[in-house]
């Protein structure tokens, strides 16, 4: 087995992109642990018995391990043709809980705002940030360093809708002298969809933002 390194060993060799997944989230507030979401979700009653089943039998506490093979399980199901509304079923209920488990222990932004300057600081050493995380941590340090040195991060949405041209937002713009571009792969609060199915990011200052999120929307979802 490989012996896991050190960053400090190795970051001098990574400068492009950076993924983070919810252990970035965790190191902020230990309410987004997997095993604390999964408790609370329990606990307001948002798993369905074919969800607990499929929590039990994976052994795990992980929504996104979950989510992965539920959703492999009904591309497979639809591959050799077999029905089964069920697997479909479970996957949107697990992702519907997760989202709704997240806004219901969100860290307040006063909270963290003080540290939110370091995260990114460590993010604008790369030139994309690619967040898994459902929370708002990403997108309120982005917020605050651009209070400081404005459009150095980029999340590529222009008027709130994202740009499919997003190589062009690469350069910097001045002041700043250089970008990071963040993506949204799937789940950010920050972004919601119209009921038609087109995606915008949700805008407001990083204060309020939660605020917005919650009830701004009237006619939106999550994504």
Excluded at 10 to 37: K, Q
Excluded at 94 to 114: G, Q
Excluded at 123 to 142: C, E, G, N, P
Aim: charged share 25%.
């Amino acid at each position: 087995m490989d012996p896991v390194l050190e960053w400090k060993s190795i970051e001098a060799e990574f400068m492009s992109s950076l993924v983070l997944g919810n252990g970035s989230s965790v190191a902020f507030d230990g309410r987004f642990d997997y095993r604390s979401l999964k408790g609370e979700a329990v606990e307001r009653g948002l798993l369905s018995p074919d969800v607990s089943k499929v929590f039990e039998h994976l052994g795990s506490d992980d929504f996104e391990l979950v989510l992965r093979m539920l959703w492999h399980a009904s591309q497979i199901n639809e591959a050799l043709g077999i029905e089964d509304k069920r697997t479909t079923a479970a996957y949107e209920t697990v992702r519907e809980a997760l989202i709704e488990v997240v806004r219901a222990i969100h860290v307040p932004y006063e909270r963290v705002s003080a540290r939110l300057p370091m995260a990114a600081a460590f993010m604008s050493r790369f030139t994309k940030v690619v967040s898994l995380s459902y929370d708002l941590l990403v997108y309120w340090a982005i917020l605050a360093a651009n209070d400081d040195e404005p459009r150095r991060f980029k999340d590529c949405f222009i008027d709130g809708v994202f740009s499919q041209d997003w190589r062009r937002l690469e350069s910097p713009i001045p002041p700043a002298t250089a970008s990071t571009l963040v993506f949204y792969p799937h789940g950010s609060l920050a972004l919601a969809a119209k009921l038609g199915g087109a995606e915008f990011k949700v805008q407001a200052d990083g204060s309020s933002l939660l605020h917005a999120v919650f009830w701004s929307c009237p006619g939106f979802v999550d994504t």
